[in-house]
Each structure stands twice: as C-alpha cells, then as structure tokens.
C-alpha cells in the first residue's frame, strides 16, 4: 500500500510569511500532484510534477519533485489570505488506475 | 468551474431511504470515479470505471452501488447507509487514467451527504 504523509497538518501564519509544505513516501511516483481544496468545494488542481527534481513556478507557488520521486514539496512565498485552504499532495503508481492522496495541510493565513 | 458536476450539493437521508447521487463531466474523458472525504482521513477510492467499465472496487460495502451507463455519467446508489457513511462524496475523471501517463484528475464540487 502506498502512503503520502504531509506535514504539517496545520499551519496558521500572517499574511506576508513564506511557507513550506512537505509530502514524504517510502514509495516511489510516476507523478505527483498538488490539489487545493476550500471548504464544501471539490479538490482544484494546481500543478503535476512527473520528472525527479523537476521545479515548477504557479506565481507565488513553487512545486518540486524529490530527485527519486518519493518527495515533494510546495513552498508559498508571501502568503496571502487568497491561499488559505486544505492543500493535498497526490501520487500516481505506475500503470495504476488509482491516486494515493495525503491527509493534507490546512493551511490559514490571517491577514 | 472543472467541467464536472455533481448533483444534489447536500443530501440528508434517513438509514432506511434510498438514494442516488448523479456526476456529469463534459471533458471528453474515459475514466471517472467515487472518492469519500471524511474528516481527519485522506481522500478514499472507492470505484474507478474506465470506458464504462468498472476497474477497481476498494472493498466498498455492498449498500454502495456505482453505475455507469456512458463515459460521460456516473452514479452512486445508495441504500440502508449508517451514519458513519456521512461524508464529502466526490466524482472525478481523468483521461487516461493519472498513473498510466495520463492526465490528471479533476473533481466535481461533491455531495455532502448526512446519514440520520
């Protein structure tokens, strides 16, 4: 069974602070995706990393994939309160039907 | 707007009611599924279909039955439901499936379901 573990679970911080957050596997992805959840709302896709080591930019958002595709991490540069919500970290198995999704990081930025 | 939708938003039923909750997605896809978000738990597969038919079953309780008439519609019936079967209930769908080399999955808004 493969695990997705996020940390934190929870993180409140000011407007204007920079954040990391993490998500940790044992197993490796051929991809790995990054979801923003907001209360009563569906999960909204902000980007998909498939290479090891590979970084991508969303504006304030930047996404990398660990060299051997167990890892990843999402770091937020200047919050805002916009980007309060529940992020999800999400892999995809090789050949596989099926998403393993972590528990997610609430994430509330006080203005 | 993901282009999937799902139908009702909120469903209140008692243990004894049947009911069905109805996903639409104009994305041209072939694979869609049936996620449960319950609190302090990760989002949980519960059925994949792909081309209409259904490829994984998550070992979910037989009172949840999936159908799938085309690629573009999916259902979830349910009957004699518990209360700890109260959840976010999600549609997604995907084209090919996300872990083969396919794209990723986009999700309905969910059916918040409570099960009195």
């Known amino acids: 069974t493969q695990l997705l573990e996020q940390s934190p679970q929870f993180l409140s911080i000011q407007e204007g602070e920079n954040l990391t957050v993490y998500c940790n596997s044992s197993s490796v992805f051929s991809s790995l995706q990054w979801y923003r959840q907001e209360p009563g709302e569906g999960p909204v896709l902000l980007v998909t990393v498939v290479t090891g080591g590979e970084v991508k930019k969303l504006k304030r958002l930047t996404f990398q994939f660990g060299d051997a595709r167990k890892d990843s991490s999402l770091h937020i540069t200047a919050a805002q309160p916009g980007d309060t919500g529940l992020y999800l970290c999400?892999?995809?198995?090789?050949?596989?039907?099926?998403?393993?999704f972590g528990k997610g990081t609430k994430l509330s930025v006080i203005p | 707007e993901t282009g999937v939708t799902q139908t009702p938003r909120h469903l209140v039923m008692g243990m004894t009611n049947k009911k069905s909750l109805k996903c639409e997605q104009h994305l041209g896809h072939n694979a869609m599924y049936w996620y449960k978000q319950s609190a302090k738990k990760p989002l949980e597969l519960m059925f994949v279909y792909n081309f209409k038919e259904q490829t994984e079953n998550n070992s979910v309780p037989s009172r949840f039955s999936p159908e799938c008439p085309n690629s573009s519609h999916l259902f979830l019936h349910l009957h004699t439901l518990q209360p700890e079967d109260s959840a976010l209930y999600l549609c997604a769908s995907s084209h090919p499936p996300p872990g083969r080399g396919g794209t990723e999955a986009f999700f309905g808004q969910g059916t918040r379901l409570t099960v009195v």
């Open positions: 999400a892999g995809a198995g090789a050949g596989s039907y099926q998403l393993t």
